[in-house]
């Protein structure tokens, strides 16, 4: 017992293994995760955390280590001599060590903070644009590799009949019922049924090929792949990841305007500085010293031309840009809508005809079958009721293949 279901559990994996399943929305993840441009999310994240990192050391005491040593044509001097000082030397030298620490600066370096993060999210949109465009391509890849397995069984199912009916007429030919001629011409259209079948596996294999290398993930001839059921939302909102990026762009400009009002505002410091060297803060004394001096320091620029103002409104005219581009983006989305929409109701039109010409066919066929068995028709007559049959049915998957398509682009496009 225990060894048939070892048996059974090993033909199941090894069924699962050869059959690799295959679905539209797993290629949308595999392409969204391992197209090169999908790198760049995390990359940007990296960089904007050292750059915030690199924005607050700002905050932190700066400490500089300065020396220098001097020789000069003249130095300072008294008019009178006086007992016990000495005049300073033309060589000087002084050594120290300076701290800045910021105070106040009416929260500067936090809003270049935000902005920053504003910014690297808006980058990032901007790479989750992008990557939804390949969603169009995939669909172009995954619904011809659909339509070439379509293809390849309906043709595979017209050479099985075929040479169904060569034997017959073999048979017809032997025994003096049918003219040679009717073998030859089935034969021909034998030839012609293979070469469709090898240009179908040729375009196949170079979808597969294509597809793959767009999601970085390996398919082969084994590779099942699903139909997708493709359902329309009623919703009419559109919810592409560019709605974010408009949005994102105006938080922008908004923090972008924060940044230049605090830049107006009052600076404070306070600073210390230690130090050794000839002369030192004593003047009068001429000899290596020690000294240190601290105290605070307030910058406020109360007047810059309207600097300010002009930079603040030309962001005001880059608002009024993003809206002008969000407002076209809308237009011409809607109208790729619209006109996908028109073909999804054309293609639903033709494939309420489409079964009903398959059924005529079949019985235009079956009929020409009968008239071909009973010498009433030439092979050449039969054969063109028989592709009238195959090709309509290869329609009729074309038009469903076709529709399935149309409804994902219109997925894709409206961002749902």
Same mark, same amino acid.
């Given at each position: ?10 033909? &199941?994996?090894?069924? #699962? !293994?050869?059959?690799? /399943?295959?679905? +539209?929305?797993?290629?949308?993840? *595999? @392409? ?27 905050k932190l005491p700066k400490i500089d280590l300065n ?61 989750? &644009?992008?990557?939804? #465009? !390949?969603?169009?391509? /995939?669909?172009? +890849?995954?619904?011809?590799?659909? *339509? @070439? ?100 762009q105006n938080q922008q400009i908004s923090s972008s ?160």
């Amino acid at each position: 017992m225990k060894k048939t279901l070892f048996l059974l559990t090993l033909l &199941v994996y090894q069924f #699962s !293994i050869a059959q690799h /399943i295959v679905t +539209l929305e797993n290629c949308y993840a *595999l @392409a969204i995760k391992n197209y090169p441009l999908a790198k760049q999310s995390e990359l940007l994240a990296q960089k904007s955390a050292f750059e915030t990192a690199s924005l607050n050391t700002a905050k932190l005491p700066k400490i500089d280590l300065n020396a220098q040593a001097t020789y000069q044509s003249e130095v300072t001097g008294l008019p009178i001599p006086l007992p016990n000082v000495t005049p300073l030397n033309k060589d000087q030298y002084r050594a120290t060590l300076d701290m800045n620490q910021l105070i106040y600066n009416g929260g500067l370096i936090d809003s270049n903070v935000k902005l920053k993060a504003i910014q690297t999210q808006t980058q990032q949109k901007q790479v989750a &644009v992008n990557l939804h #465009s !390949i969603k169009t391509r /995939i669909n172009q +890849l995954y619904f011809s590799i659909l *339509l @070439a397995q379509e293809r390849k069984l309906i043709l595979t199912s017209k050479q099985d009949q075929l040479a169904s009916k060569i034997k017959e007429v073999k048979s017809g030919v032997k025994f003096g019922v049918l003219l040679p001629a009717s073998e030859q011409v089935l034969e021909a259209e034998n030839l012609k049924i293979k070469q469709q079948l090898r240009e179908t596996e040729l375009d196949k294999n170079k979808q597969l090929a294509n597809l793959s290398e767009l999601i970085a993930a390996p398919l082969d001839e084994k590779t099942i792949f699903e139909k997708p059921m493709v359902a329309l939302a009623n919703d009419a909102a559109i919810s592409r990841p560019e709605i974010e990026l408009f949005a994102l762009q105006n938080q922008q400009i908004s923090s972008s305007k924060e940044l230049i009002s605090k830049n107006k505002l009052p600076k404070i410091n306070a600073f210390g500085t230690a130090g050794y060297g000839n002369p030192g803060l004593n003047m009068l004394n001429n000899s290596f010293q020690t000294f240190y001096m601290v105290g605070l320091k307030a910058n406020w620029n109360v007047w810059d031309w309207d600097k300010t103002k002009k930079d603040k409104e030309a962001l005001s005219v880059s608002e009024s840009i993003i809206a002008t581009e969000k407002e076209t983006f809308l237009l011409n989305t809607h109208m790729q809508l619209e006109e996908i929409q028109t073909e999804i109701n054309k293609l639903e039109e033709a494939l309420k005809t489409d079964q009903e010409i398959v059924s005529l066919r079949e019985s235009v066929a079956k009929s020409s079958d009968a008239q071909l068995k009973n010498g009433v028709i030439t092979s050449s007559d039969y054969l063109v009721e028989f592709s009238h049959l195959y090709e309509s049915q290869i329609n009729q998957k074309t038009h469903q293949i076709q529709l399935a398509l149309a409804k994902a682009n219109y997925i894709v496009i409206k961002g749902n």
